[in-house]
């Protein structure tokens, strides 16, 4: 069983297009359609790597349509999601696919896990674990932006693991850093 994390996934969004750096091969095995490409392409990633027995956790502005429901509800996995700015189809819907909803909450790991990065008054000693900004980051070690646009451009995936988040945590912890990922050769100070 693994644990995963993501955020904005945006799937059915009809304007995700103007927004987000789909990969070109889903933009071209969907004839250009930017919607069903996004769709394709986290539906590819998460087909490819998450199992029935995997706990994924979607950090809001997760999907925008009833169709949308339709293409995440066959995924492999536990979902929980946490609501956004744009998930504003009423909550009976989401419980068709998600096992739990929430606003926030602490992870067992320590740290808060929210759609919004948390207010650093609030933290409490603990990191924010968030989505929303997308490819923005805020220039403090204790925020992590777990945006599938972020993991995207930073890691070449749109999601990452419990291990891989915690790896993280730890070295920012160390280094008061912004390295995104501690086994990751590149060098991305910049990121949330």
Known sequence: MRTWFTSDLHIGHKNIGKFREIPEEFLEASGGDATLANTMWIQDFWKK??????????????IF??????????????KIAYGGNHD???????????????????????????????????????????????????????????C???????????????EDLKATIDLRKETEGLDFYANNSRSTPELG
């Open 148 to 162: 599938c646009d972020n993991l995207q451009k930073n890691i070449g995936q749109p999601m990452i693991t419990i």
């Open 49 to 62: 790597n998450v199992t029935k027995r995997d706990v994924v956790y979607c950090l809001g502005d997760n």
């Open 88 to 146: 504003d189809l009423h909550v009976d819907e989401y419980r068709k696919v998600f096992s739990d909803i929430r606003g926030c909450s602490r992870h067992k790991r320590g740290f808060w896990l929210s759609h919004f990065p948390i207010h650093e008054a609030e933290l409490r000693g603990r990191f924010s674990v968030h989505g929303h900004v997308h490819y923005q980051s805020i220039p403090d070690y204790r925020y992590v932006n777990v």
């Open 65 to 78: 349509t009833r169709d949308g429901l339709v293409a995440i509800a066959y995924l492999p996995g536990r």
